[in-house]
């Protein structure tokens, strides 16, 4: 079995190799995206391997604890210009799409849960408001009343 794999479905388990495929084939969704992908053209253009390697490190970090992120996450997202709440919306299902593809259940619910709340505080810093995400990891922010 290829590392990461477990023998229930294929999925993977949390690993640094798990979690680099999980951010590539997420920013891959990002890029392609007609809402996202521009935003972040403007925000990267050429420093995509640094970005995804920093993202690769923040969630190794948040999945496996290995602390190799630091930075200020709420700093550099409050400095994009643009954003909407559909913005964050398209955001959370690509992660939501990515993490049910690749881990187990309970471990994809983990991860987004995770990301749900650096949207919440991201949303909050943007509109001065909190999304609602609903009952369950998979729902999506609400726009209504933003």
């Known amino acids: 079995m290829p590392d990461g794999e477990n023998d229930t479905g294929g999925w993977r388990t949390p690993s640094v190799e798990s979690l680099t495929e999980l951010v590539h084939s997420f920013y891959a969704a990002v890029r392609a995206d007609a809402l996202l992908g521009p935003v972040f053209e403007e925000a990267l253009r050429d420093r995509w391997e640094p970005h995804?390697?920093?993202?690769?490190?923040?969630?190794?970090?948040?999945?496996?604890?290995?602390?190799?992120?630091?930075?200020?996450?709420?700093?550099?997202?409050?400095?994009?210009?643009?954003?909407?709440?559909?913005?964050?919306?398209?955001w959370v299902r690509l992660w939501g799409e990515q993490t049910t593809r690749l881990f187990a259940p309970e471990v994809a619910h983990d991860l987004q849960v995770t990301a749900h709340g650096i949207a919440?505080?991201?949303f909050l810093g943007y509109f001065g408001t909190h999304p609602v995400f609903g009952g369950s990891a998979g729902d999506h922010p609400s726009e209504a009343g933003h």
């Open 120 to 122: 919440r505080n991201l």
């Open 52 to 90: 995804l390697a920093r993202m690769v490190d923040f969630w190794s970090t948040v999945a496996l604890g290995s602390k190799s992120f630091r930075g200020n996450v709420f700093g550099k997202h409050m400095a994009l210009q643009g954003v909407t709440p559909a913005h964050f919306a398209v």
